[in-house]
């Protein structure tokens, strides 16, 4: 089982099916969004997203249904691990490094360690990221609109 989100079927042809999903917000709901800084920076923001999934074998899909698409949860995971806590490592690694090849007790070293690690993890995370872990396999799920008490 993975994270699912819903979509709407915008086009179904040999390739998959391809599906636009909307982002859903807190600001949405909010009386005070004309006056809110949030809200001018996510409306910038494009708030749909668009996948192509494969055709289903076990469901039939028309433009305009909704669907769920699920993609798994070890590569939301993966992602996390590999976009996040490898650059925090390289950042801590990279400060300790700075104060041991600083004799005279300043924090310009460590500071530039940090900097310099920082960038080292993401660029070794992304390559991390690229390379094991891929592009996410998604699939389609019926949409069911269930209500729990």
Same mark, same amino acid.
């Given at each position: 089982?993975? /994270?699912?989100?819903?979509?709407?079927? =915008?086009?179904?042809? *040999?390739?998959?099916?391809r #599906?636009?999903?909307?982002?859903?917000?807190?600001?949405?709901?909010?009386?005070?969004?004309?006056?809110?800084?949030?809200? /001018?920076?996510?409306?910038?923001?494009?708030?749909?997203? =668009? @996948?192509?999934?494969?055709?289903?074998?076990d469901?039939? @899909?028309?433009?305009?249904?909704?669907?769920?698409? *699920? #993609?798994?949860?070890? #590569?939301? /995971?993966?992602?996390?691990?590999?976009?996040? /806590?490898?650059?925090?490592?390289?950042?801590?690694?990279?400060?300790?490094?700075?104060?041991?090849?600083? !004799?005279?007790?300043? *924090?310009?070293?460590? #500071?530039?360690?940090?900097?310099?690690?920082?960038?080292?993890g993401?660029?070794?995370?992304?390559?991390? !990221?690229?390379?094991?872990?891929?592009?996410?396999?998604?699939?389609?799920?019926?949409?069911?609109? *269930?209500?729990?008490?």
């Amino acid at each position: 089982m993975g /994270v699912v989100a819903i979509g709407i079927v =915008s086009s179904v042809s *040999e390739d998959g099916v391809r #599906v636009v999903c909307c982002r859903r917000e807190a600001c949405g709901a909010c009386a005070q969004k004309k006056d809110c800084a949030v809200s /001018v920076v996510n409306g910038l923001i494009s708030k749909d997203v =668009s @996948v192509t999934v494969p055709y289903p074998d076990d469901m039939s @899909v028309v433009c305009g249904q909704l669907v769920g698409v *699920e #993609v798994h949860e070890h #590569v939301l /995971v993966s992602s996390i691990l590999s976009l996040m /806590v490898i650059p925090l490592f390289f950042l801590v690694l990279g400060t300790f490094a700075g104060c041991l090849l600083d !004799s005279d007790e300043g *924090e310009l070293f460590a #500071v530039t360690g940090a900097i310099l690690g920082l960038c080292l993890g993401l660029l070794f995370g992304k390559f991390v !990221s690229g390379r094991y872990i891929g592009t996410p396999r998604y699939r389609l799920r019926p949409y069911r609109n *269930e209500v729990s008490r």
